[in-house]
């Protein structure tokens, strides 16, 4: 209620308005608007014609007033309208009420309020906190109004609303089915949907939906039967080491509940293999004893189920085999000069274990047959072979796996003072000579004179300490263009194997320091000379003369005469390199 003026200061009207009722299911309310009138002072009246007007939620109703309607200090009232009012979709509803009068003795402005109606108890909420699929879940519905009730609908993916239930209360319990997996195959959770409508008695109000999260439960996984071990070129049953592989094979895998296998994996000691084949051989084993391998299967909701299978590998080595031979005579006594007979004693080992032994065994002489049934670490004698010429000893073995070992020695030619063979070009001293136009000597050779090509002296190469180089030269500083400037082998070896190389520089006159060449892949000086006018020479080994002349080398050679003036300087280097 609000009171207002008029035109007449004596009188005032009010605009009055009540909810009478409202209507849950259609949402809707019932208001009375009504406006009195009245005079403030007493002793008087008022009366003559006019409208008075009521806008009530937007709508303009009016009604008329006759001359009987007489105003006076008592309130009289001019008009009454009874309005059903729509709430909004939450329940809620607030109007504007206003009211004027038009009459013939005084007027009125529009005057008004705004009334806010009852909440009428509309939908309910819902909510659910989620769960495991094959669990029981809890959906609560906070609800309005005692007298609602609740159908109760789920959806999952986005797929069409399924019944769970109705007329519920204020919650439902609801597990759902491990069947829905069939549409959940490549997550391990999803989202449910639930739908609740309200229903006041048969009237249905509308509906609020929820979605929470629903997982799978941990013991759904995929599936297989074994893993199983198939060796690949066994030696009978065995797995042996050094010969076979190992096939494995992941068996009967599948999905469950629609998942899909997407990835196969086997692993083991340092074998290890992920893709989507179900099977995988190893290499050759070159290790033996016990293999655990490991197989894990992963579905499309990346659940795994895991199967282990043990393997022995059998130890296994190669068969081992060495001979003695040498020339003999008929009783096998060695005799290297005139022995026509050849001694071979043969010792050779299998690796013992289940099915194996020396399979085959051969003596080969110039690759004739001579047997093939012999014992190890028994001598034999085979008869027949000249001395003027040399002759292949081989051995082999195989044993049951199938490696065979072959080994070859060669018996030399016979040891005589001095042969001249019948086509008398050649010479043989302490051997018998098996090549036309040769001088082969098998004595060692102890020269005490020169050596000597037209009359000109040759370099002669003499060992010292562990390496060779040739000697200092003497008298002669023009024996160093005897070597080449390029460089060259010597033909001898340093004590790590390592090539030996020479190379001359002739560097003419020298007074200073200077740099002389970088040699690529250099790795040891192993000597160096130098060699001037006056025949003054200085040498060193593994470092620096101590005098006029000195060389670094590291890759870099250097010369340095100290501020003297050196003449037609010759250096030579011996040295290795990586």
């Not at 390029?486 to 001359?504: A, M, V």
Request: glycine share 10%; aromatic share 12%; hydrophobic share 30%.
């Amino acid at each position: 209620m609000a009171t207002f003026g008029t035109s007449n200061k004596y009188i005032n009207y009010s605009v009055n308005s009540q909810e009478l009722s409202y209507d849950i299911n259609s949402n809707t309310s019932v208001v009375r608007v009504w406006i009195d009138v009245w005079r403030t002072n007493t002793g008087y009246t008022t009366n003559g014609t006019g409208t008075v007007y009521a806008r009530i939620n937007g709508g303009v109703y009016s009604t008329g007033i006759s001359t009987g309607q007489k105003i006076t200090s008592t309130p009289i009232r001019l008009g009454t309208w009874d309005v059903t009012i729509s709430h909004d979709a939450d329940g809620s509803k607030a109007i504007s009420v206003t009211g004027w009068i038009s009459h013939s003795q005084f007027s009125s402005s529009e005057q008004g309020y705004t009334h806010t109606l009852t909440t009428i108890p509309r939908v309910s909420g819902v909510r659910c906190d989620g769960g495991t699929f094959g669990s029981a879940l809890t959906i609560y519905f906070d609800r309005k109004s005692d007298n609602f009730t609740h159908h109760l609908y789920y959806s999952l993916n986005g797929g069409p609303e399924t019944g769970i239930g109705a007329d519920y209360s204020t919650s439902a319990t609801w597990t759902p089915p491990l069947s829905l997996l069939n549409s959940v195959t490549g997550a391990d959770s999803t989202a449910i949907m639930f739908r609740a409508y309200t229903f006041n008695g048969g009237t249905n109000i509308g509906s609020s939906t929820c979605t929470c999260t629903v997982k799978i439960p941990t013991n759904i996984v995929p599936t297989f039967t074994s893993i199983t071990a198939t060796p690949v070129n066994p030696f009978g049953s065995l797995y042996l080491q050094g010969k076979s592989s190992i096939k494995l094979t992941i068996n009967g895998a599948s999905g469950v509940y629609g998942s899909t296998i997407k990835t196969y994996s086997i692993s083991g000691r340092d074998y290890s293999y992920s893709g989507d084949k179900n099977t995988y051989t190893t290499g050759v084993v070159d290790k033996s004893g016990d293999i655990t391998f490991t197989a894990t299967i992963t579905d499309s909701r990346g659940r795994t189920a895991s199967k282990t299978v043990k393997v022995t590998v059998t130890a296994y080595t190669l068969p081992t085999l060495t001979f003695e031979t040498y020339r003999c005579d008929s009783s096998g006594t060695k005799d290297i000069i005139k022995g026509t007979y050849i001694y071979v004693k043969p010792t050779f080992t299998y690796c013992v274990i289940t099915g194996n032994a020396i399979k085959t065994k051969s003596i080969k002489i110039n690759n004739t047959s001579k047997s093939t049934a012999f014992n190890s670490g028994q001598g034999y004698v085979f008869s027949g072979y000249a001395l003027n010429t040399t002759h292949e000893v081989e051995v082999s073995i195989t044993d049951n796996v199938g490696n065979t070992v072959t080994v070859i020695h060669d018996i030399d030619i016979g040891k005589v003072i001095l042969n001249i063979p019948p086509h008398k070009n050649g010479v043989g001293w302490g051997r018998y000579c098996d090549k036309e136009g040769e001088f082969q000597i098998e004595y060692d050779l102890n020269i005490f004179g020169k050596i000597l090509k037209n009359g000109e002296e040759l370099p002669v190469f003499t060992k010292n300490g562990n390496y060779s180089v040739p000697p200092a030269p003497i008298e002669k500083k023009d024996i160093y263009f005897k070597y080449s400037t390029e460089e060259q082998f010597t033909g001898e070896y340093w004590i790590d194997g390592k090539k030996i190389y020479q190379k001359s520089y002739n560097l003419g006159t020298i007074n200073a320091f200077k740099k002389i060449e970088n040699i690529a892949n250099f790795d040891r000086n192993i000597r160096y000379e130098f060699s001037m006018r006056a025949n003054d020479k200085i040498s060193g080994m593994n470092g620096n003369s101590s005098t006029d002349l000195f060389v670094t080398t590291g890759g870099d050679v250097y010369i340095n005469t100290n501020g003297n003036t050196r003449y037609d300087v010759v250096l030579t280097l011996w040295y290795t390199k990586n």
